[in-house]
């Protein structure tokens, strides 16, 4: 890796250590951030008590840095470097065109798909689960079932999850609402020998259950939530759900078990 | 030619060792040579005799002993003509053995796979099973609050040739691809749409929380102060749940086994604070914005677990409906008759109720 890089800078090659970063292996999850907002020293507010050799990694990571520095502290500079693209990237990825470009990516699905077999492979988007450097690595959150998931890779499995930060995919979908998906209301049932168990059936009523309060409270504050399956085969039963769950969640909550139990 | 194959390793044997072929069990041939293990499955595979034959060993040493007699025959054949029905067939299936032996071998893999099916959920195969989940040969739950539950393989039909295998995470009850392309190809119904389930109900002891609880306790505080409005809630719940036995928990009324699962066991990865929130700066997106919580549902689970005894809550209903014109809106009133009713009825229940799942289960 590091030679890869000095034979770069040594050749006089420009603007480059950015284009390295990104094609490099197991850093497939990182979008290029523009010269402009690296440039601009307001957006590094606050990075030079966070990263080690602040000045050094920066004119490294806009390919200005010259100094004749042994191995060991280029070594240490170079991870600096890695660290500070990776605190400015959490910051990129939230502008207008960083959520562009994180956009383009997602839809081309470079983040993976989703391991839920209801998810049908959805692509998945990385996230953080903290905005802090080194509490805890990258997930990948799955817009269909909501929820996240680990890096299959151990190659991005190490990648902090500060450089994506909390925020991304919530904002994300703020900015571009025509990229959520249709919720789904497909489950897995478990059975034995076909009959469906016990536990986990009077679990998934209850969440069905939880579903239609929150769909009925949504409703009052004239807000539709729609699953995929609504328009097709369960117009009907809706229907009758919310005939009798309006009243009150009692009867809801009888109605929901005893449809069940008939079947 | 067969010595060499015969000597070492079983099909059986060198089948599991196979790329791809990590999650299966080597099925016993007692399990095989029983004739009633088998019904039924003479009419989904083709070529049965010779696919049984190959997965049982037992053709190699037949073609050994046979190779002689069969030149010999041959001869007898050619002066014979067609007249000797045996050792006509005999010659067939010499030929045989050059064109149609990937054909035997699928059929032995097709049937080795049923049988498989079936075997994983007898008991000594369940338990061959409990050995390799124990030493994590099928991996473990990608979903983070899942905690690397470790995770089993299931299919989602009986039927081969419709899916292939997945698996079952029991801490968060949902299921996943496997992350390793090599098992994408490997048929579900071989696994079976039984066994995840049954698993866990033969093994009702097995722990299934989190694993990583090292790791995790040394995030949850730190998490917790970085994100100040759930600091009750994640706190509370995660001492509640993440702490194995729930003898100690905050909720003195939580029974142990509910629905014949142990409580403690069941759905470890669901529930208030297991649940992925999106947030914009810290704040919480609201449910009524457009790109809001929808899936909340998923992974959802009653705080109190009793929420779930449908058995106590259809009974205090009935009684409540037979009592009459009480209003439906009453929840304070309808909460004491259930909680009034529930008591008493799980008291009875437990000692001698004939429908008590828990009991069989054990």
Redo the contacts between chains.
């Keep these: 890796m590091m030679e890869d890089f000095n034979s770069e800078t040594d050749s006089d090659y420009t603007s480059y250590w950015r284009d390295w970063f990104i094609s490099s292996r197991g850093n497939e999850y990182f979008c290029e951030i523009d010269e402009e907002y690296l440039t601009d020293r307001f957006n590094l507010t606050g990075l030079n008590t966070e990263v080690p050799y602040y000045q050094y990694a920066l004119d490294l990571v806009t390919d200005v840095f010259d100094l004749d520095a042994d191995d060991d502290l280029r070594e240490q500079i170079e991870k600096s470097a890695r660290h500070l693209y990776g605190l400015v990237h959490a910051r990129y990825i939230l502008t207008t065109r960083g959520l562009t470009k994180m956009a383009e990516k997602y839809k081309k699905g470079d983040f993976g798909k989703c391991?839920?077999?209801?998810c049908d492979?959805h692509p998945l988007l990385p996230t953080g689960?903290?905005?802090?450097a080194n509490?805890?690595t990258v997930?990948l959150?799955c817009s269909?079932?909501?929820?996240?998931?680990?890096p299959?890779s151990s190659r991005h499995a190490s990648i902090d999850g500060a450089y994506f930060g909390?925020?991304f995919?919530?904002?994300l979908?703020?900015v571009f609402?025509h990229l959520?998906p249709e919720?789904s209301t497909r489950?897995?049932e478990?059975?034995?020998?076909?009959f469906r168990?016990?536990?986990?059936a009077?679990?998934a009523?209850?969440?069905?259950r939880?579903?239609e309060e929150?769909r009925t409270r949504?409703q009052e504050?004239d807000?539709q939530?729609k699953?995929i399956e609504d328009d097709e085969d369960e117009e009907l039963e809706d229907e009758e759900d919310e005939a009798q769950t309006v009243?009150?969640?009692?009867?809801g909550?009888?109605d929901a078990?005893s449809m069940d139990l008939g079947r | 030619m067969s010595s060499s194959e015969g000597a070492p390793e079983s099909w059986i044997s060198s089948f599991c060792s196979l790329m791809g072929h990590e999650f299966f069990a080597e099925v016993s041939e007692d399990f095989i040579e029983d004739d009633f293990n088998l019904t039924g499955l003479q009419s989904q595979v083709p070529m049965y005799k010779e696919a049984l034959e190959m997965i049982l060993d037992v053709e190699p040493e037949e073609d050994e002993d046979e190779e002689e007699e069969e030149e010999e025959e041959e001869d007898e054949d050619e002066l014979l003509g067609d007249e000797k029905p045996p050792g006509y067939r005999r010659e067939r299936r010499h030929a045989r053995v050059a064109s149609d032996l990937s054909v035997i071998e699928s059929s032995a893999e097709l049937l080795y796979g049923l049988i498989h099916q079936r075997y994983i959920t007898s008991r000594p195969g369940i338990q061959q099973m409990l050995e390799k989940y124990e030493m994590q040969h099928f991996g473990v739950c990608p979903r983070v609050y899942c905690n690397g539950c470790k995770v089993l393989p299931v299919g989602r039909s009986d039927t081969p040739g419709q899916e292939t295998v997945k698996l079952f995470c029991p801490s968060c009850q949902d299921l996943y691809t496997p992350p390793n392309s090599r098992f994408h190809s490997v048929d579900g119904a071989f696994f079976g749409t039984t066994f995840g389930c049954l698993f866990f109900m033969t093994f009702p002891d097995l722990d299934v929380g989190p694993r990583f609880d090292a790791s995790l306790n040394t995030l949850s505080p730190t998490r917790s102060a970085s994100i100040p409005s759930t600091v009750t809630t994640t706190t509370t719940t995660s001492a509640g749940t993440s702490h194995q036995p729930t003898s100690d928990t905050p909720r003195p009324v939580w029974p142990t086994e509910m629905n014949g699962v142990r409580t403690a066991n069941f759905a470890p990865g669901l529930g208030e604070g297991k649940m992925y929130e999106s947030r914009i700066y810290g704040f919480r997106v609201s449910e009524r914005s457009r790109s809001g919580p929808r899936m909340k549902w998923l992974r959802m689970k009653p705080t109190d677990i009793n929420q779930l005894d449908e058995m106590a809550y259809f009974k205090a209903l009935q009684h409540y409906d037979n009592d009459g014109d009480a209003q439906m809106g009453g929840d304070s009133t309808q909460n004491a008759i259930a909680n009034r009713k529930k008591a008493p009825m799980r008291r009875r229940r437990y000692p001698t109720d004939p429908m008590n799942i828990n009991g069989a289960a054990a």
Excluded at chain 1, 115 to 118: A, G, I, L, N
Excluded at chain 1, 129 to 132: K, L, S, V
Excluded at chain 1, 190 to 194: A, H, K, L, S
Aim: hydrophobic share 35%.
């Design positions: 391991p839920r077999v209801m492979g689960q903290h905005d802090i509490m805890s997930r959150f269909k079932c909501e929820d996240i998931y680990n299959k909390a925020s995919t919530s904002m979908f703020q609402p959520l919720k489950r897995y478990p059975r034995i020998y076909g168990v016990h536990a986990s009077a679990l009523r209850w969440q069905g939880f579903r929150t949504l504050a807000v939530v699953y009243d009150s969640r009692e009867a909550r009888g078990a």
